[in-house]
């Protein structure tokens, strides 16, 4: 039997390699994978793959809310793998045509579940993909945010101290890693 599986905290390329690579060993039939997201063909071996996922840091999602807000967080990484951002719509309408939803619903459903909001969460991402682009000193900080759609440098700046408590050149010249992996937000 075909079926989707929907799966929390699988949230970026390495991700899913981990998965693909379980699934084969495990013999569990992978017929298509996305952040997100497996479709399997499978018998009654649910409980064998919650254990494949909680022992790789994962778990499957079973209530349309955590659903919803899974899809979000997965919607908002995609955003942030292709600089620069280019999103045609704001934000909000963005996810709505995405999700097929109200923007209102999701939003609610995902304050109330995740205790922040959307725009709250994705500066957190954004925070995170400056730390990445720091590390990797191919751009400046300018080139940065306007990679990142920053209105101007003196935004990212005091929102990356506001986040992270530090400036973005302590952040730069301390040469430590402080980045969070993205499953860890929230």
Known sequence: MVKDFFVKNMVCDRCIKV??????ENNIHLLEIELGRLRLEIEDETEKLKELLEKNGFSLIDSKGEMLVEQVKVE???????LPLELEKNLSD?????????????????????GMTI???FIKLKIEKIKELIQDKE?????????????????????????????????????INFRTSLDRII
């Open 94 to 114: 963005y996810l709505a045509s995405k999700l097929g939803s109200e923007y209102s619903k999701i939003s609610k459903v995902f304050s109330f579940t995740e």
């Open 19 to 24: 998965l693909r690579d379980e699934m084969e």
């Open 119 to 121: 725009e709250k969460y």
């Open 76 to 82: 908002l990484v995609k955003v942030l793998q292709k």
């Open 139 to 175: 751009y400046n900080f300018t080139e940065m945010g306007q990679l990142l759609n920053y209105s101007n440098i003196h935004h990212l700046s005091r929102q990356f101290k506001s986040e992270t408590g530090m400036s973005l050149s302590d952040y730069k010249s301390g040469q």
